[in-house]
């Protein structure tokens, strides 16, 4: 499998707009796809670990096809189609009354909530704040009930460094972009949450009539990670994995979950390229020979 999804990525650009999900044995899976957008943190992340990978190391008993097919990518970008971990019961006869499965899937990235007019929302809502996710009506029902992980290898952020010496005042601000990653090459399981969306202009039997969609939760950055960005994503540990995606968890108990601990990571500055989501290539996360940081951000392991 690894071969095909190799292929399919040299064929392309890495772009992946307009990516049709096909329907899952668990729930009615919508069509995914939309145009690639710049976002906050965290608004880019790598997934290039093939699918068969990520399904033994993270017990997933099913894979849909989708998730099998879909290329690896070095550049995600918001309203990309990307992989969710998810715990769902089997659809028995039009029914979720089946054996809870732990499943591969994939989702658009950013929040569509139920009750929204028009799927636009989603692209303002790749990231959801842990601090207020009980608040907010468009992520507190599906912390209860609809958690996901979302498997990455690492994520990419942008450190804004001083104006050099002489420059105007309303000069563009520098930044030094970083490669974020697990400090022990493991992957970066994100928490994360979804939701389906249903389009009303389209006919019951019309496979896209459904949409799914899930958001990054994000927490105030740790000590050695608040020198590049005041924000992190929840990478969530081995032992938190089965409690988060549990969906006898609630939400009190989940929150429990993803304000606790979380996965030591390694930082890397890197090229300036992986700022365009035109740019998908392994070659985004190689260290920048001649980083413009003066004062690198150093942690964990290279």
Known sequence: MAAILSKRYDRGTGNLRGHVVSPLTLHAWPAVGGVRDDGPMCGRYASFRDAQDLADDLAVADIADDARLLPPSWNVAPTDPVRIVVERPRRIDGKNTGEITRSLRVARWGLVPSWAKDPGVGARMINARSESLLEKSAFAKPLGVRRCLLPADGY???????????????????????????????????????????????????????????????????????????????????????????????????????????VGMATVPVGDAVGSVQNNRPSLIEPDPDPRDPDVVATGGA
């Not at 420059?167 to 399981?189: E, F, S, T």
């Not at 969906?247 to 993803?258: L, N, R, S, W």
Request: charged share 30%; proline share 10%; hydrophobic share 45%.
């Open 156 to 262: 990419f952020e942008w450190r804004k460094l001083e104006l050099p010496p002489g420059a105007p005042a309303k000069a563009k601000v520098p930044k030094q972009p970083y490669w974020i990653h697990p400090d022990d090459g493991d992957v970066a399981a994100l928490a994360g949450l979804y939701e389906f969306w249903r389009d009303r202009s389209k006919a019951d039997d019309d496979p896209d009539r459904w949409l799914v969609s899930a958001t990054v939760i994000t927490t105030a950055a740790s000590d050695d990670l608040e020198r590049i960005h005041d924000r992190m994503p929840v990478v969530l540990p081995r032992a938190a994995w089965d409690a988060w995606l549990d969906p006898a968890v609630g939400a009190d108990e989940a929150m429990a979950v993803v304000t606790g601990p979380q």
